[in-house]
């Protein structure tokens, strides 16, 4: 999840993903080829401040896309040469 920005395989996240709020125990990857790790553990490893850690997760059913402050999860990467779309949060500067 290099950055906050990223680019999403045309389609995903779109009709039929659904934003949400963040619930406990979700698993993302940061680079390809590399396992899991709880979001937090993610946060921690990026330098992300705890209260920096806000806004809704992007999934795909089952399938985690997008974490603000952390960016696409490497797993929802299209292959090269594949349609992509791109992803960054923007949040309300009345809610930071």
């Known amino acids: ?21 963040r619930r406990p125990g979700p698993r993302g990857t940061g680079r390809p080829g590399r396992p899991p790790r709880a979001l937090k553990k993610q ?11 806000h ?17 696409l999860d490497a797993r929802a990467l299209a292959a090269p040469g594949e349609p992509q779309v791109a992803l960054d949060w923007l949040p309300d500067e009345a809610a930071g």
């Open 55 to 71: 806004g809704p997760l992007l999934w795909a059913g089952a399938d985690l896309l997008f974490v603000p402050g952390l960016g």
């Open 43 to 53: 946060y921690q490893a990026a330098g992300v401040a705890a209260a920096a850690r």
């Open 1 to 21: 999840m290099a950055g906050a920005r990223g680019r999403v395989p045309a389609g995903r996240g779109q009709p039929g993903g659904r934003g949400s709020p």
